[in-house]
Antibody, heavy 121, light 109 residues
Framework: QEQLVESGGGVVQPGRSLRLSCAAS????????IHWVRQAPGKGLEWVAA????????YYAGSVKGRFTISRDNSRNTVYLQMNSLTAEDTAIYYC???????????????WGKGTTVTVS | EIELTQSPATLSLSPGERATLSCRAS??????LAWYQQRPGQAPRLLIY???NRATGIPARFSGSGSGTDFTLTISSLEPEDFAVYYC???????????FGQGTKLEIK
């Protein structure tokens, strides 16, 4: 069963840092683009970042550029999101999602984790 | 930056009825549009990609259409589990930035 499981969320003070993890199982993770998407309480979806299959290319939303870093360790089937200088506006459920496997990629997201909650307060 | 506007914000229908949800892009995105369903307390689920292709395991009552700036998600006959929030999504040219519509809540009338 293809699965993504996020962890690392919690309550953190403004200005502090937090690192989220996204562990994959049930599929060959090493070939997949992975995204982070967040959802503030009662709000819609906001794309945060994406990493290429090998981590050599990373992309960010303007709202997090310079503060967040996406990375991956394919030997551990895990993607990370390092979040620095957190503000109340970063409070959200953070989901990781796999990019749909169609050429040329970087289009849609077909496998999602259940999310991990980050509260900045 | 391309914006996606969904309408209506809320749609009240009964099981068995037909639902029509709209998503309008601020400029042409050809057919590069997806639809997601999000039930309360759950992660989003991909329904439709490339405007009209059903994702794996999605029932045939879900269909997507449109191109350019105007897109539609149709649910032919609503089942109880279809009452949820629906989002459309697209990606800008390059470097990629992904945007979602604000969502349409489909509620039971």
């Amino acid at each position: 069963q293809e699965q993504l499981v996020e962890s690392g969320g919690g309550v953190v003070q403004p200005g502090r840092s937090l690192r989220l993890s996204c562990a994959a199982s049930g599929f060959n993770f090493n070939n997949d683009v992975i995204h982070w998407v967040r959802q503030a309480p009662g709000k819609g979806l906001e794309w945060v970042a994406a990493t290429s299959y090998d981590g050599s290319n990373t992309y960010y939303a303007g709202s997090v550029k310079g503060r967040f870093t996406i990375s991956r360790d394919n030997s551990r089937n895990t993607v990370y999101l390092q979040m620095n200088s957190l503000t109340a506006e970063d409070t959200a459920i953070y989901y990781c999602a796999r990019d749909l496997r169609i050429s040329p990629g970087y289009r849609y997201m077909d496998v999602w984790g259940k999310g991990t909650t980050v509260t900045v307060s | 930056e391309i914006e996606l506007t969904q309408s209506p914000a809320t749609l009240s229908l009964s099981p068995g009825e037909r639902a029509t949800l709209s998503c309008r892009a601020s400029q042409s995105i050809r057919t590069y549009l997806a639809w997601y369903q999000q039930r309360p307390g759950q992660a989003p689920r991909l329904l439709i990609y490339h405007a009209s292709n059903r994702a794996t395991g999605i029932p045939a009552r879900f269909s997507g259409s449109g191109s350019g700036t105007d897109f539609t998600l149709t649910i032919s006959s609503l089942e109880p589990e279809d009452f949820a929030v629906y989002y459309c999504q697209q990606r800008s040219t390059w470097p990629p930035e992904f945007t979602f519509g604000q969502g349409t809540k489909l509620e039971i009338k």
